[in-house]
């Protein structure tokens, strides 16, 4: 595979303030966030419930959206699962401890990344920052700027239009999914260990936890595995990382 130009033409970085849609129920937090967030530069739209939150998304236009879990009358999975279905914005869950559980599924729909509460202001504002510097990075797919095609075992990549085929039907892959199955991809047949992989697709400065790259690995069996409990594609190599075996048979 030739080396893929990162050219960065998109506005990117923009200095003018950012602008985020806060989901929250809880006035305390309300406060505290709009003017912590307000002060960081960010501009600050408040929705208090899950179908609050929907409505001001369809109508306005944001940068990233903290979404607690726990809102009235639509759940902050619910609200996240509808948000993905057409759109690719910066999600950050906001949970409880208790809500450990749902957490590996708000990954799994999509959410790129979450807090738990309480949490400090620093902590949130420096994950956002994450969320938002890791999508400014990320190249803009280009119409019919040439293909660059990887094609191992039972699933094709083209990488620029960010397209994935698997058995010949084309699936849907969320960006981080198609990013960490294009570089195992482009590295089959060798072992990328879990630290290069997290840090090649969500970058050295990835404060959450590991179990994020589980979560996705999981998610890419479910699609190109024929059966994701025995994977003979997306193999896992114990103690090491994982690899992508070119040489599988088709199913
Ligand atoms: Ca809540």
Redesign the pocket.
Known sequence: MSEKKKQKQKPGVREARLSVLLA???ESFIDALQIGLRAEGFDVTVARDGVEALQAFDEGSFDLILL????PRMSGLDVCRSIRGSSDVPIIMVTAKSEEIDTVVALEIGADDYVTKPYRLRELVARMRAVLRRRAAEPAAEEGDGFEVIELADVKLELDRRRAMVREEEVHLRRKEFDLLAILMENAGRVLTREVLIDRIWGSDYIGDTKTLDVHIKRLRAVIEVDPKSPVMLTTVRGVGYRFDGKAPNA
């Open positions: 929250e129920d809880e607690d879990m726990m809102l």
